[in-house]
């Protein structure tokens, strides 16, 4: 991604990196939140890439645990070297004394780095938000109210939306026509009271209960002593109710600025972590997705159906599904299903493996006959042959199961034996983040037998867990999510009066795929001039804000559906509607999303005896080519391959005979 700076302006940004929590335990008690992979790059990146894409150069970092591994990780970036104007300040906050992110603010106010406005944020923020103009927001509410002392960044999000942990459920008021915060309180809590003032002193109050704090705050110098002057603030919420109305003396202000159009979520617990995830490889994200990302500059290649495979990725007769990235150097053999997942960098996945909706770090091992669901491996994770991680299963750093062992659904394994969590100074924090020392002086007989003969270290149980809300405790045990693919119009149409899963795409995505199918059909019906459909369907594709990518495999889907009769009609129906197919395939990547679509349409509704059908017609009209079609093949599901088989071996002998005239 190339960055860019219209002006001169200094400014300057702040970022938390510790989340003074012990949601993603126990893979955080040997590396901290901020550098765990999110779509194969560490969490920290996306923060700092976004801070300096507008102009944010002068960068403090606020590090607690495990601080030595975040300063390398900064140092070893090419941040710097993308842009000589950044600069990174490091405070390396103590464990014994800071406790809190109130505490790390109190620090920052100590070190007097802040020298006017700055951007606060977590290190954990994923956005696509311009934040040079929220910037210009916030200078603009300090010209009319001098009292101005922040501006928070909410982004509209119904509760139950993926991205909004049930923990950060919260009800604002505002005044509607300056966007002032009146009132503040976490939603969670069984009643709160709002003061007879409140509505006395304003002529109209707007509660909100449909936003969500994305953690970003724009402040003035002064907001870190504000922080030190009063050593009971623990966290934002508290130092922003203390402002808004609980502190009598203070007659400072705060204001908001919604987000409609852009993206803003914050990787706060496993659950958001797998829906941030989904959100990237989906594109909602965008410019932030794999194939745009500032240090791999064409290194990922995107395939429709939220496919990225890497450059370097060898694949031997495996089948890789919707939703998925694999990163670079790993090696996937035959007969191996993955489909909704993220594989990391040097992984040596085995045969006949079937990996769905889980999270492969960096160079892990799993072994022929594996099955893994819903689950996280993190880094150097193994598991040997013939075993099953069930959902809700995490392996932290460096750990192994089996072979032949089946995890229970929710397991934990840690490097990390309960008595030494015990023992260990360093791990008795309640911080997620703490550093913990190795185990070496424990022998492999200590190993629990409940992961196999090969296994590797101990069953993680958390103690926090117990301690926890009923409620809030299952919804994080619970972390992973169900994945909604795309449905035909039959699907659309008898789901049409029920409630909808509240999502950011599934409902628009259905309105569009329902007018496109209704253009498609009725121009075929009535032998419309096909112009007239292709003007109906760009107008739908503009009403929707759907990419042109997304609209092709729409189009894909609508051709083979909306045809009556496939074994008769198909040709006819493929001529008529070239002209809208030729419209979005001109490049070789627009004709692997028509391969890859027709595929996964094909192996949904059982249609796998159409595809060679299909596939013969597109060729011989010009649709896809035949360099395309060879090339997809080698990556085919090996079902479709059995299907295809003649037709692939006629392009072949075409292609060698036309090498020989041509000699």
């Known amino acids: 991604m190339r960055m860019t700076n219209d002006d001169n302006t200094p400014r300057q940004a702040v970022v938390v990196a510790d989340s003074f929590n012990s949601r993603f335990k126990p893979i955080t008690l040997d590396?901290?939140?901020?550098?765990?992979?999110?779509?194969?790059?560490?969490?920290?990146?996306?923060?700092?890439?976004?801070?300096?894409?507008?102009?944010?150069?002068?960068?403090?970092?606020?590090?607690?645990?495990?601080?030595?591994?975040?300063?390398?990780?900064?140092?070893?970036?090419?941040?710097?070297?993308?842009?000589?104007?950044?600069?990174?300040?490091?405070?390396?906050?103590?464990?014994?004394?800071?406790?809190?992110?109130?505490?790390?603010?109190?620090?920052?106010?100590?070190?007097?780095?802040?020298?006017?406005?700055?951007?606060?944020?977590?290190?954990?923020?994923?956005?696509?938000?311009?934040?040079?103009?929220?910037?210009?927001?916030?200078?603009?509410?300090?010209?009319?109210?001098?009292?101005?002392?922040?501006?928070?960044?909410?982004?509209?999000?119904?509760?139950?939306?993926?991205?909004?942990?049930?923990?950060?459920?919260?009800?604002?008021?505002?005044?509607?026509?300056?966007?002032?915060?009146?009132?503040?309180?976490?939603?969670?809590?069984?009643?709160?009271?709002?003061?007879?003032?409140?509505?006395?002193?304003?002529?109209?109050?707007?509660?909100?209960?449909?936003?969500?704090?994305?953690?970003?705050?724009?402040?003035?110098?002064?907001?870190?002593?504000?922080?030190?002057?009063?050593?009971?603030?623990?966290?934002?919420?508290?130092?922003?109710?203390?402002?808004?109305?609980?502190?009598?003396?203070?007659?400072?202000?705060?204001?908001?600025?919604?987000?409609?159009?852009?993206?803003?979520?914050?990787?706060?617990?496993?659950?958001?972590?797998?829906?941030?995830?989904?959100?990237?490889?989906?594109?909602?994200?965008?410019?932030?997705v794999p194939d745009n990302y500032y240090n791999a500059s064409g290194e990922y290649i995107y395939r429709k159906r939220g496919i990225y495979l890497s450059n370097s990725v060898k694949l031997y007769k495996a089948n890789i599904a919707q939703n998925t990235v694999v990163g670079p150097e790993t090696t996937i053999d035959r007969e191996t299903e993955i489909t909704d997942s993220v594989i990391g960098s040097k992984c040596e996945i085995g045969r006949n493996v079937k990996i769905t909706k889980s999270f492969i770090w960096d160079e892990v091992t799993i072994e022929e006959g594996c099955i893994i669901d819903n689950a996280v491996l993190a880094s150097g994770a193994k598991v040997y042959k013939k075993s099953t991680i069930n959902p809700g299963c995490i392996l932290a750093i460096d750990t192994a199961v089996g072979p032949n062992v089946v995890l229970d659904p929710g397991t934990k394994v840690t490097a990390f034996s309960a008595s030494h969590l015990r023992t260990d100074s360093g791990c008795s924090n309640d911080s997620e983040d703490t550093k913990c020392s190795g185990d070496n002086d424990i022998s492999d007989t200590d190993m629990d037998e409940n992961l196999g003969a090969d296994g590797w270290r101990y069953v993680y149980k958390s103690e926090e867990e117990d301690e926890d809300d009923s409620v809030?405790?299952?919804?994080?045990?619970?972390?992973?999510?169900?994945?909604?693919?795309?449905?035909?119009?039959d699907e659309i149409s008898d789901s049409s009066d029920s409630t909808p899963v509240p999502s950011e795409s599934g409902i628009e995505e259905d309105g569009f795929y329902r007018e496109l199918f209704d253009s498609m059909n009725g121009g075929y019906d009535n032998k419309t001039n096909i112009d007239h459909v292709i003007l109906e369907i760009n107008s739908s594709k503009h009403a929707y804000n759907v990419s042109v990518n997304d609209c092709l495999m729409y189009v894909c889907r609508g051709v083979v559906e909306a045809c009556p009769d496939l074994s008769t009609q198909l040709p006819n129906y493929l001529k008529y509607f070239k002209p809208l197919l030729a419209k979005f395939t001109n490049d070789l990547s627009s004709q692997l999303i028509i391969l890859d679509e027709l595929q996964a349409w094909s192996l949904e509704y059982d249609r796998v005896e159409y595809v060679q059908k299909i596939l013969h017609i597109m060729y011989e009209e010009d649709i896809l080519d035949e360099s395309v079609i060879l090339r997809w093949n080698e990556t085919a599901n090996p079902e479709i391959k059995n299907k295809i088989c003649r037709f692939i071996t006629w392009l072949l002998e075409a292609e060698e005979e036309s090498s020989e005239e041509s000699d």
């Open 31 to 288: 590396r901290p939140r901020c550098l765990l992979p999110l779509v194969n790059r560490p969490l920290i990146d996306y923060t700092i890439e976004h801070l300096i894409e507008h102009g944010f150069y002068d960068i403090t970092i606020l590090a607690r645990a495990h601080s030595e591994k975040i300063k390398a990780h900064l140092d070893q970036s090419n941040f710097k070297k993308l842009d000589a104007r950044v600069s990174f300040s490091f405070h390396s906050l103590s464990a014994d004394s800071c406790l809190s992110y109130g505490d790390a603010i109190r620090e920052l106010s100590n070190s007097g780095e802040i020298r006017g406005p700055f951007v606060l944020l977590a290190s954990d923020v994923i956005s696509n938000m311009d934040l040079r103009q929220a910037m210009e927001y916030h200078q603009a509410n300090k010209k009319k109210d001098k009292e101005c002392i922040m501006t928070c960044i909410f982004k509209k999000a119904m509760p139950g939306h993926p991205t909004r942990g049930l923990e950060d459920d919260v009800v604002v008021c505002t005044n509607p026509h300056s966007n002032q915060l009146l009132a503040f309180h976490n939603a969670n809590v069984k009643k709160f009271y709002y003061e007879i003032d409140l509505f006395t002193t304003n002529e109209v109050v707007d509660f909100h209960y449909d936003l969500m704090n994305t953690h970003v705050f724009l402040c003035e110098a002064h907001v870190p002593a504000r922080f030190g002057d009063h050593f009971d603030i623990q966290d934002m919420e508290s130092f922003i109710k203390g402002v808004v109305g609980e502190d009598e003396t203070c007659i400072e202000n705060i204001y908001i600025h919604i987000l409609e159009d852009r993206y803003a979520a914050r990787v706060t617990n496993l659950r958001t972590y797998v829906s941030v995830s989904q959100d990237i490889i989906n594109r909602w994200t965008y410019p932030v």
């Open 472 to 489: 809030i405790s299952e919804y994080h045990k619970k972390w992973y999510l169900p994945h909604q693919g795309i449905r035909t119009i």
